[in-house]
């Protein structure tokens, strides 16, 4: 019997989920429940890296976030949600790998860099936050995690992961701990409605699955088209166009949208019939999500108990790499 392989993902508790989540991550998720062990972690102790001056923000959205994955079809019969913070041997094996990993070696994680560019740190970097791949290495070595599905942009940690599992596995002379391929979605990052390349909360151009239908519309309104298709008689470009875009991923009409396309490109078509289509298509996506959103949303404590027996399953899963892992450096002192 071959044994299944096993996925771990996370996201960090900062706000509700939106359209670029489901799009990169979720959608992607769903599916792999049925192939894969799978192990979905709201990574509240990373989200403190940049928010440890409001951890009610935090605390909140560790139960939005777990509504978000009820609501869009993860599993909980078949995925293993769980908390981080309440894994206690991954703050153990983060202290571990510290030892095996350079300050500079953390100042040149791509990923890192750039967040701490972003960010501002500037000389008051908090060591926390320039630490988090180290902490994320834990994440995924403590369920022993074969595959991390992660946007290109996490790949950086990946390979920081694997370089900390060889040092630890050479050094201690063991093979007790496991390294992560990472797996790239091969769609396309969903832009934001301003047409950016990322659709993202610090950036104000988000979607959120649990948007009601008003704001929908607002937002869609709102959407960045062709900024050169200034009359309904003109030519419109449909590349780049962020109601196009949405319209490929989340429409279901091929032929209709191929329509629209083909009129909007000779000229003749406004952007307000293109979004207004846009808005029944989000509403068709979004109508049973947020129906399965309200439903669980009647009892958040129901919620909870669903993330608190996924934690308890991880918990003696994380208890056994850490024996393995103390037998390893022979800090097993029982
Ligand atoms: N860094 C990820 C993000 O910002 C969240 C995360 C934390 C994660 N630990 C992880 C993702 C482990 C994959 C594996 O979205």
Known sequence: MTQK????TGDRPTGPLHLGHYVGSLANRI?????????????????????YENPQKVRQNVVEVGLDYLAVGIDPEKTTIFIQSMIPQIAELTILYLNLVTVNRLKRNPTVSAEIKQKGFGESLPAGFLIYPVSQAADITVVKAHIVPVGEDQAPMIEQTNEIVRSFN???????????KAMIPSFAR????????KMSKSLGNAIYLSDPADVIKDKVMRMYTDPNHLKVSDPGKVEG????????VFGTDTAKIQELKDQYQKGGLGDVIVKRYLIDVLNAFLDPIRTRRQEFAKD??????????????TLQVAHQTMTDVRNAIQLNYE
């Open 170 to 180: 050479r050094i201690y002379k063991t093979d007790v701990l496991v390294e992560a």
């Open 31 to 51: 599916q792999l429940q049925h192939e894969y062990t799978q192990y979905v972690m709201i990574a509240d102790i990373q989200a403190m890296t940049d928010n």
């Open 190 to 197: 969903l832009p934001g409605i301003d047409g950016q390349a």
């Open 241 to 248: 166009n962020t109601v196009f875009t949405y319209l490929d």
């Open 5 to 8: 392989k096993i996925v771990l």
């Open 300 to 313: 958040r404590d129901a919620v909870m108990a669903i993330l608190l027996a996924g934690t308890h399953r």
